[in-house]
């Protein structure tokens, strides 16, 4: 009978951890949360392919997803306090960019995307008549627009090898900000107030020297 008793442990402790396992796997699955929600036109009809970014802010980590034929979409995150997240729809549709900020991420959500209508807004930057090259350029509603406006009145891309850049805003005043991460001898960061109405060219756009 002694010499069984190894065996004996070994066989328990082995159907004790088994027992464990299950509620790991809920453990994992409970921290799992989810942003959820539907893309839609301005009439109503589903969005496919529009791709959500979703930007885990106590982390700072980023997760991406896409919108169904029903418009659907479903990304998974870790929890945390808050979190943002854009919606950008196929480039061959005229649809504005959303962005939503400060979802608390605490919690699984669900959201309603309505798109809004988009006009092309184009430019070119340049440095003594040379064009930069991946500049990133971010376009946010006026502070004194409402808060449909924050959500649907911004926009971001980056200059292409030509110094040139598009993207698709809803109309109402803005807030140009390009952030100059590549060339050190130019400025970080240049500002400027502008008005969109229709689709705009944007006169050229030179950076002043670093100070």
Known sequence: MVKNRPVLFLLFASISLISLLPSYAEREEEESHFLKGK???????????????????????????????????????????????DVLPPGKLALSPAHYGNVKGELSKHFIVQLHQGFKVSGHITSEGQPLKGIDIKFNAHESAGHTDTIHGGGYTTTKGDGTFSLLLTPGKKVIEIRNDRYPKLSPLYQHEITISGETTLPEISLPPRK
């Open 39 to 85: 893309v839609m036109d301005p009439k109503g009809h589903p969005v496919n392919g529009a791709k959500i970014v979703v930007h885990d802010e106590d982390h700072d980590e980023y997760h991406t997803g896409k919108s169904n034929n029903l418009g659907e979409f479903e990304v998974e995150h870790t929890p945390c306090k808050t979190l943002a997240f």
